[in-house]
């Protein structure tokens, strides 16, 4: 989460640095391989130019959904023209994963390779879920998402000796 501050992506020009670090501090360890898990896939499917569906989960006891997407490869990532296509995939697919978790709250998580390096970019939506006809007509014609399954996760693990 390194220099998270500056690759805030701002839906309504807020501050979310802070906000985005407490809804990860909320979260328990297994909570945490999730994300891990999650961004790891992310990265290195940006590294190795593949496409991939968005990986995403909610955790309930937080109300926080939690997305993570590589970049579509072979479109510009940087530029005005990048900038603009990152920015708005990345608050696009953060509102229909926490749109489709019924959460009050979404964290984004966008990974883009750029040459050698990469771009993760990150955003936070909060605001009350409402249901919305028109976003579940899109949604059942172009899910973007994998399909989620309720499990539950260990927080520790333990060898037997």
Known sequence: MNRLADHIQKPDDSADYSRILLEFAKLP???WRAAKQRLDLSIEAAKGGRFERPYRFYFPATDCSFMFSPFPPGRPTTGPEGELARSTGLQSLTAAAKYMSEAGRGIGVLVSKDGEFLHLDWCLIAEP???????DALLALNNPFRDVREQRMDGYYFVNE
């Open 29 to 31: 360890r297994s909570a």
């Open 129 to 135: 879920w409402e249901r919305d006809p028109e976003f």
